[in-house]
Structure formats: C-alpha cells, structure tokens
C-alpha cells in the first residue's frame, strides 16, 4: 500500500501528491512540440524555422539578451550585468563563501570602443570588424619582466604564422569583491590587437591588402594553441 507523504505546520496539514499522481510528459507539453528522433529519448525538439538543435549547448544557468533590430548599445551589457547578479546560485562556492567557480558576460566585440582604445593606448586604428582580432591574455600580476618576456613570446609566435601583434591594452578590473583565495592568485590581463600582416602592412593604419578570412581564422587558432603550450597562459582569440 502506498503512503502519501504529509507535511504539517501550525494549523494545516498538508498532502503532497504520490509519484504516480504527477502530470506525466504526455500532459506537460512535452509531446506537444515535434521530437527529433536522431536525440537521446527524442529530448531535443526537431530543428524547425530558424532553430536548429545543434546549437544547444549545456550550462547552469544562461540569460540571453539581445536587441531584436540587431542594433549595438551600452544598455545590453548593462541589462546582463543584472542578469548576472541576479543569479547568486552561479556555481560552486569556496570555504570562504566569496570565491565562486567564475562567471562571465559574453559579447560580440564592441568595434566603436576598441577602436577609440587602440587609438588612445596603442596609437594604432584598428581596420574594419572581422579584419583583426583581441582576446583576453592571463599574466601573472606585479611581475614586469616575465610580463615582457611572455608578450614578447607571443609577438614572435604570431609573426611566424603571418600575424601582427598590433599592441596590448591593460584591462582594468575592480577585485574589491572577491575573496582571499581568489585575491591572492588574480592575475593580470591583457587585450593583444591582432591583424593579418599581408593585409594591414606595417604601418599604424591598415593598407588594405589581401585578406582571407578562413586563413586569418586559422592561424588564430595554431597562435591560441601554440600559446597556450609555450607559456602556460590561457588565451582566447577571436575575430567576431
């Protein structure tokens, strides 16, 4: 015989319903949506309009916010800070309740911004979307020299497979809010402006010669992993 769980508090008792009373899939919806057969137990819906399931990925917890126009603004990156901060369940957390497993905002790159950066810091103007590329560099903090060791490192590397290292730029960062354990191994990061060299030239403003997006794409790729083995420092580069 089964036994319904009951739960009691001051004034009411309270029955919660047996495995076998809960809607099942057959009334949730489930079924409801055409299932793609080729899934695991049909769990993804069948690619229809302009969804397609093979770009599902798996996350704990993800927000999407995007202008329906396509049109950049400030308040998009503002909207998913507070996403953001929104979801304090994000990951596991240390013993000192303040360090968490990481947790990020991911953009397209804001070409406006970069732009006037690398003009002001670099002294160098960036080319048009797609034509260069930047990612984030980890260096170990308050240490110059290996910091110009590894820059310079990553310069020869990219000379080698027809890229140009166009400049760095400090990314500031505010750790008033993290915890000891994180506090004390926060590193440095850096932004490398990256350019085709056959198509920017050598100058300080892109000459416009020829440029292959899949080739450039490529060697960003072999620079990302040759860098990532040569000096222990975790790097991502993109064009988009």
């Known amino acids: 015989m089964a036994i319904s769980p009951t739960l009691f508090d001051d004034h009411h008792t309270i029955s919660l319903p047996?495995?076998?009373?809960?809607?099942?899939?057959?009334?949730?919806?489930?079924?409801?949506?055409?299932?793609?057969?080729?899934?695991?137990?049909?769990?993804?819906?069948?690619?229809?309009g302009l969804y397609t399931n093979e770009n599902e990925k798996d996350a704990c917890g993800v927000g999407f916010i995007c202008h329906i126009k396509g049109e950049q603004s400030h308040k998009i990156v503002?909207?998913?800070?507070?996403?953001?901060?929104?979801?304090?369940?994000?990951?596991a957390t240390g013993a000192d309740s303040r360090d968490g497993d990481g947790a990020g905002v991911m953009t397209g790159i804001p070409h406006l911004f970069f732009k006037r950066e690398a003009e002001r810091d670099i002294g160098c103007i960036l080319p048009t979307p797609g034509e260069y590329a930047v990612g984030n560099v980890f260096f170990k903090a308050n240490?110059?020299?290996?910091?110009?060791?590894?820059?310079?490192?990553?310069?020869?590397?990219?000379?080698?497979?027809?890229?140009?290292?166009?400049?760095?730029?400090?990314?500031?960062?505010?750790?008033?809010?993290?915890?000891p354990a994180a506090s004390s191994k926060e590193p440095a990061i850096y932004q490398p402006f990256i350019v085709l060299r056959d198509n920017y030239g050598?100058?300080?403003?892109?000459?416009?010669?020829?440029?292959?997006?899949?080739?450039?794409?490529?060697?960003?790729?072999?620079?990302?992993?040759?860098?990532?083995?040569?000096?222990?420092?975790?790097s991502n580069l993109s064009s988009q």
């Open 143 to 179: 240490d110059p020299i290996q910091l110009q060791s590894h820059q310079s490192v990553f310069a020869s590397i990219a000379s080698h497979l027809g890229l140009r290292v166009l400049g760095w730029r400090e990314v500031p960062t505010d750790g008033t809010i993290l915890g």
């Open 78 to 91: 503002s909207d998913a800070r507070q996403l953001l901060c929104a979801m304090t369940h994000r990951g």
């Open 202 to 234: 050598d100058g300080n403003a892109s000459q416009n010669g020829p440029f292959d997006a899949k080739q450039f794409e490529r060697q960003l790729y072999v620079l990302r992993k040759h860098v990532t083995h040569t000096m222990f420092v975790t």
């Open 18 to 48: 047996l495995a076998s009373e809960e809607t099942s899939t057959a009334d949730n919806g489930f079924h409801a949506v055409e299932r793609d057969p080729n899934s695991w137990a049909g769990s993804l819906p069948a690619n229809q």
